[in-house]
């Protein structure tokens, strides 16, 4: 973790990128476990599984890891944090929260629509930090 942490914050001064943008290219490779067994439980046909385990990962990642680290070291939060990431995530939460209400199913469309969300997500972080 600690080579990770320092190679990330090397890799954002040279090319002059925010550290919340590698930040979310580090919860990328960090995601790659939780969807590893999300996977698996969707093709064991255990969906609560796979909804729990990233709904569990969410909150333990923005409640437990957020709270520790705070504890640890008080944390600043980016402008692109604030304005962009937050929201984002509350409107894809909603948004979540909606066909789950409205249709108790998320299936292949749905997970179609949720990864070009994230696509989208990511296209607009790159270039908020470019532009």
């Known amino acids: 973790a600690h080579f990770l942490v ?3 914050i090397i890799i954002a001064n040279y090319f002059i990128i925010p550290s919340t943008l590698i930040g979310i290219l580090i919860a990328i490779g960090t995601t ?5 067994v999300s996977v698996v439980a969707a093709r064991k046909k255990l969906g609560d599984l796979a909804i729990g385990n990233a709904v569990g990962s969410c909150i333990t990642n923005i409640l437990l890891i957020i709270g520790i680290s705070a504890v640890i070291q008080p944390i600043t939060v980016q402008k692109l944090t604030l304005f962009f990431t937050v929201p984002f995530l509350l409107i894809t939460s ?5 066909i789950s209400l409205f249709s108790l199913k998320i299936g292949k469309k749905e ?12 296209v607009l972080s790159f270039l908020t930090v470019i532009f």
């Open 32 to 36: 790659l476990p939780e969807l590893s």
């Open 6 to 8: 320092k190679q990330a």
């Open 111 to 122: 997970g179609i629509l949720l990864i070009l969300l994230y696509i989208i997500f990511l």
């Open 94 to 98: 909603l948004f979540i929260l909606l």
